[in-house]
């Protein structure tokens, strides 16, 4: 069999256990392979051991499976070892049901589970999953949205006003609740910058309105970009046609210029060019079509400018709403997957004691599909490899080769079995005293 290009680098991995290594490759190459190859090199070589090694991926299933894998390996391995080889592998397999070798939710959650105390945390905590989160949740929403209703906030009042689209106005709001609570790790207030609603809104509407006269002034009424214009102009008229009675409704323009701008299905004329040789006046057909997409691109422009302009809005009105669902979680103990990981954060970051122990208990961390690692996830595991106890600062922290080390394994973008795409980089400080992680994937 021929050699793999990269079967150095896959060597180093597996033997070098000195050395934090980042593999990148793309799928299907042997990453995680060659992670369950260097726990089991570890642990067979004396240099590891299980209790001390937290392996790391991102969804259930993948977690399972490196447990599987690891599981089949060291059986493996035992059957070529030495007496105190066998040994060691015997005692990883003894332990291998309470290893952290899992996903970083369960991890963090057997961590908190034995500290209740210092991460201020109800020691009987149950975890939510997902669709039980959500349930509470929506729970909350509700609640929330009824006490709204009679007086809504701007933001929630200009949503309201939406019409067709895609979901339902109530839905988007729903949505927008999961999505913050899922946020709700970035506590900062949203920048809203300057946007003059009105004064958009009016300028838009007169040139959507001179645009929509030129229809007919089309040599061919029948022409498509004739049609298109027409449909501008019955848009203006219908959008505006209560207004001598009450004025200009703003909101209510606001969301009919959204649904011109992207509901295709009620205004499928946007894009049709008409025939080459129809005129409007004394225009050409290319010159109103200029100034149809001109116009165009500013009703784009808008409908960006607006949904920015109402983000922080809808974020302000409801925070009420995920404080509520922050309180029923406490009420009931109960703590979502996004609670884990902020908790033990904190724990880590704040409470420098705990932070020591844990980072004398663990000496490698292996990280597979690092990709996916989010950065709250990232600066857990990072502040538990720290080299510096007194670093609480993730960014601070440089990953280091001696009493504990990374490894860090992710998916490039690159697809296919090719295995030249593999990639080991060496990241290590001569200087450094203590931790560091030992495989990312
Ligand atoms: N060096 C290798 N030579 C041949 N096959 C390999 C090698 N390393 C891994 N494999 C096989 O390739 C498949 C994918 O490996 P895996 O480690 O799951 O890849 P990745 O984690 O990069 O997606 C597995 O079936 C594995 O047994
Ligand atoms: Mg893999």
Redesign the pocket.
């Known amino acids: 069999m021929t050699e ?1 290009v990269d079967a150095k680098a ?1 060597d180093r991995i597996l033997s070098d256990y000195e050395t934090t290594f980042f593999v990148e ?1 793309a ?7 060659v992670l369950v190859g260097r726990i089991v090199g570890l642990i067979r070589s004396g240099k590891g051991t299980l209790a001390r090694i937290v392996a790391v991926t991102f969804t259930e299933k993948a977690a399972g499976e490196m447990k599987l894998r690891l599981r089949l390996e060291l059986e493996k391995a035992r059957l070529h070892a030495g007496p105190a080889e066998r040994n060691r592998l015997d005692k990883a397999l003894e332990e291998l049901e309470l290893a952290h070798i899992g996903t970083i939710h369960a991890f963090c959650g057997d961590l908190l589970g034995e500290r209740p105390v210092e991460a201020g945390i109800d020691p009987a905590f149950k975890m939510l999953d997902d669709a039980a989160a959500e349930a509470i949740a929506d729970q909350t929403f509700e609640r929330w949205l009824q006490r709204i209703l009679a007086d809504p906030p701007e933001g929630p009042r200009r949503i309201l006003r939406r019409r067709s689209g895609g979901e339902p106005p109530h839905e988007q709001l729903r949505m927008a609740m999961h999505a913050l609570c899922n946020h709700r790790d970035f506590a900062q207030a949203w920048r809203r910058d300057a946007f003059d609603r009105q004064k958009a809104i009016d300028v838009l509407l007169d040139e959507l309105a001179e645009v929509g006269e030129l229809a007919s002034l089309s040599s061919w009424t029948d022409d498509y970009l004739a049609r298109n214009l027409a449909e501008i102009a019955s848009f203006v008229r219908e959008a505006t046609r209560l207004e001598a009675v009450r004025g200009r409704d703003y909101d209510g323009l606001e969301a009919d210029l959204r649904d011109l701008a992207t509901n295709r299905r009620r205004f499928k004329g946007w894009d049709h060019k008409g025939a080459p040789r129809t005129t409007f006046g004394r225009l050409s057909r290319d010159e109103v079509l200029a100034r149809r997409d001109g116009v165009r691109t500013k009703l784009k422009a808008f409908v960006a400018s607006s949904d920015a302009d109402l983000a922080p809005l809808v974020h302000d009105a409801l925070q009420e709403a995920i404080v509520d669902y922050e309180s029923l979680k406490s009420k009931t103990g109960s703590l979502d997957f996004l609670d884990l990981l902020i908790k033990m954060r904190n724990l880590v970051r704040n409470d420098e004691k705990v932070r020591k122990e844990l980072q004398g208990r663990f000496s490698h961390f292996f990280v597979d599909e690092f990709q996916d690692t989010d950065p709250l996830q990232a600066e857990i595991l990072m502040l538990l490899a720290a080299d510096d106890h007194a670093v609480t600062d993730w960014r601070a922290v440089e990953p280091c080769p001696e009493s504990c080390s990374w490894s860090v394994i992710r ?1 490039s973008p690159s697809i296919g079995f090719d295995a030249r795409t593999s990639r080991c980089t060496q990241k290590s400080r001569g200087s450094c005293s203590a931790q560091a992680l030992n495989c990312f ?1």
């Open positions: 793999l896959r490759a799928a299907g190459t042997g990453k995680t392979t998916s994937i």
